[in-house]
């Protein structure tokens, strides 16, 4: 299949998840995963119309993205991998919406950076779902709490929860914890679901799906 053929075919299995779930067509968005590909391979799928991508690394999305955006209208870029206060300034800089803010220290950095240079990307608190020592993200019963700070301490726009559920595992009880957690905060916005279980994601409330490999191919 080519990419045109793999992206018409997320968005079509995104439409029936949708659908088997009694949503609205289109209210989950898809944040196609552009991570460890070039501005080459990338372009096929802005010219199919798709405007939202992710990407894990700060370094690697300055090198693609700020000619890419110049390119085409619209573009959001989500950055949806660690960030370190020290990449803080270039991510405020470069990113459209943040979605791995996860802890006291980054997310100062952050609001400093926001003051600093009159930006406001859109934020996600990542929460560690599955409390896995490996993985980044505040752990679930911290969740409010830090939420709570980031905005009435910080004035932080967060808008939503992000998670990456322990791989092998039945991920539908992962994301229903972080419905409930973003329901509990207020918070209306679900960033959850990648290649391997979008459709279970957008059943359990995803608003937004971050999609790979199932668009690009294998990394
Ligand atoms: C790489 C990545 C994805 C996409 O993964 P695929 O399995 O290729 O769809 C989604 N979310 C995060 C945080 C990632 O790092």
Same mark, same amino acid.
């Given at each position: 299949?080519?990419?045109?053929? *793999? $992206?018409?075919?997320?968005?079509?299995?995104?439409?029936? +998840?949708? =659908?088997?779930?009694?949503?609205?067509?289109?209210?989950? /968005?898809?944040?196609?995963?552009? #991570? %460890?590909?070039?501005? @080459?391979?990338?372009?096929?799928?802005?010219?199919?119309?798709?405007?939202?991508?992710?990407?894990?690394?700060?370094?690697?999305?300055?090198? #693609?993205?700020?000619?890419?955006?110049?390119? %085409?209208?619209?573009?959001?870029? =989500?950055?949806?991998?660690?960030?370190?206060?020290? &990449?803080?300034?270039?991510?405020?800089?470069?990113?459209?919406?943040?979605? %791995?803010?996860? *802890?006291? &220290?980054?997310?100062?950095?952050?609001?400093?950076? /926001?003051?600093?240079?009159?930006?406001?990307?859109?934020?996600?608190?990542?929460?560690?779902?599955?409390?896995?020592?490996?993985?980044?993200?505040?752990?679930?019963? +911290?969740?409010?709490?830090?939420?709570?700070?980031?905005?009435?301490?910080?004035?932080?726009?967060?808008?939503?929860? /992000?998670?990456?559920?322990?791989?092998?595992?039945?991920?539908?009880?992962?994301?229903?914890? $972080?419905? &409930? $957690? +973003?329901?509990?905060?207020? $918070? +209306?916005?679900?960033?959850?679901?990648?290649?391997? @279980?979008?459709?279970?994601?957008?059943?359990?409330?995803?608003?937004?799906?971050?999609?790979?490999?199932?668009?690009?191919?294998? *990394?």
């Amino acid at each position: 299949m080519t990419v045109e053929e *793999r $992206l018409a075919e997320v968005r079509r299995k995104m439409a029936e +998840a949708e =659908h088997n779930a009694g949503r609205d067509n289109g209210s989950a /968005m898809l944040v196609a995963v552009s #991570k %460890t590909f070039d501005a @080459d391979a990338i372009r096929p799928v802005i010219a199919c119309g798709q405007r939202v991508f992710g990407e894990n690394r700060v370094q690697e999305s300055e090198a #693609k993205w700020p000619g890419l955006k110049a390119e %085409t209208d619209g573009i959001e870029l =989500h950055l949806i991998g660690p960030l370190q206060s020290n &990449k803080a300034a270039n991510a405020v800089a470069l990113f459209d919406v943040i979605e %791995t803010i996860d *802890r006291e &220290k980054i997310a100062r950095a952050v609001a400093a950076e /926001m003051k600093q240079q009159g930006r406001s990307p859109r934020l996600y608190v990542q929460v560690n779902i599955g409390m896995e020592p490996q993985k980044a993200g505040i752990e679930p019963k +911290a969740t409010v709490d830090f939420v709570r700070f980031c905005r009435s301490e910080l004035d932080l726009p967060v808008e939503g929860l /992000m998670c990456i559920p322990p791989a092998e595992q039945n991920p539908g009880p992962y994301f229903a914890l $972080l419905a &409930k $957690l +973003a329901e509990e905060c207020g $918070l +209306a916005k679900l960033s959850m679901g990648m290649s391997g @279980d979008y459709e279970t994601a957008i059943a359990f409330g995803a608003t937004s799906v971050r999609v790979g490999s199932a668009i690009f191919g294998a *990394r």
